[in-house]
């Protein structure tokens, strides 16, 4: 007697997301690192004057990104969250627009620097460079929010190193007393430019200390695209449920040094860097959906020459976009002169 097969639910159909949604944030994972790597290119071609990667971040960053509601809630992104941000609305050309410091780019118009990505129009909160500001900014958006009995979620990210900072210790208190809307995002790639885990956070563990602060604490594998979702969407939930804020701790992967300005040969052992390949979520990712029938090698070098052409179709329409006037340089930076009519 031959036994009855029995078919098993994919674990994305599990969690409430389709086919389409997988392979979606799969390409989203796929975009971003072809705009990390396109302005890796133009920052040593002289285009760009800096610049820091998200590269081995793009898992989480796409997943916890993903239960967010465009045009809804809100985010304040770090300086890695190029992935966040694309997932969030912004596109290819904004990102790259951000770094050349063109005069119409939407984070500032050319005012901030690399990486401080933000727009009105995608409800996303441009950081400023003293790490952990943005954590602050999020907090008060929900509180806003919360106070206007506005249906409104915040994610805010940061890695470890900036866990420490004050700020933070500041936001998620006040988050915690008033039960806002908020998810937190910490995301643990282990160094905090130089300085090891073991020498930056005490204890090791940034999610634990969410229960000082009397909110949910989740500790996930950044580089599993569908934990980190689950993660997300979980906390996303009790906070429109008037749960309260979660931290959630995403262990992730730097494939890159800190910043362009930075040389991680110089403190990380070469044959730790290349074990990182092993741990790339985008790899990762691509195995599971080849696992779950819904990738295959023709699909994927047509997804990869697609976003190929993309990142290159907006390169080209950066590059060609105004410059800033610095007839402008001042303004919002001193008071200017009012004239009656």
């Not at 997943?63 to 045009?71: C, I, Q």
């Not at 907090?139 to 940061?158: K, P, Q, Y």
């Amino acid at each position: 007697m031959v036994a009855k097969e029995t078919a098993t639910t994919p674990p994305h159909v599990e969690l409430g997301l389709t086919d389409d949604d997988v392979r979606a944030m799969y390409r989203q994972m796929l975009l971003a690192r072809a705009v990390d790597e396109r302005m890796w290119l133009m920052q040593r071609a002289g285009k760009i004057a800096f610049i820091i990667s998200g590269q081995g971040h793009e898992g989480a960053q796409v997943a916890t990104a993903w239960p967010l509601r465009p045009g809804q809630d809100w985010m304040a992104p770090y300086y890695r969250s190029i992935a966040s941000a694309i997932t969030f609305g912004m596109s290819a050309e904004d990102i790259v627009t951000a770094h050349l410091a063109k005069g119409d780019d939407v984070s500032s118009g050319g005012r901030q620097m690399p990486g401080h990505y933000g727009g009105a129009p995608y409800n996303i909160v441009s950081l400023s460079s003293p790490v952990g500001t943005q954590v602050l900014h999020a907090v008060g958006i929900a509180m806003g929010a919360w106070v206007r009995g506005e249906d409104v979620v915040t994610l805010t990210s940061f890695g470890e190193g900036t866990a420490n900072q004050g700020e933070i210790h500041e936001a998620m208190n006040f988050a915690g007393v008033h039960r806002l809307p908020v998810v937190f995002v910490c995301e643990n790639n282990g160094y905090a430019i130089s300085v090891p885990l073991d020498q930056q956070v005490g204890g090791g563990n940034v999610a634990a200390r969410a229960a000082g602060y009397g909110m949910t604490g989740v500790t996930v594998d950044g580089g599993d695209v569908l934990a980190c979702y689950r993660a997300a969407r979980d906390a996303h939930a009790r906070a429109r449920a008037g749960d309260g804020p979660t931290l959630i701790e995403a262990h992730v992967v730097r494939m890159t040094s800190h910043s362009s300005d930075d040389d991680q040969r110089r403190y990380r052992d070469p044959a730790e860097v290349e074990a990182l390949k092993e741990r790339d979520p985008i790899s990762i990712f691509g195995d599971q959906l080849r696992g779950w029938g819904l990738l295959d090698e023709e699909v994927d070098t047509q997804l990869r020459a697609d976003v190929k052409a993309e990142v290159n179709d907006a390169s080209k329409r950066a590059e060609a976009r105004p410059d800033p006037d610095v007839a402008t340089a001042l303004r919002h930076v001193y008071a200017e002169e009012q004239h009656d009519a």
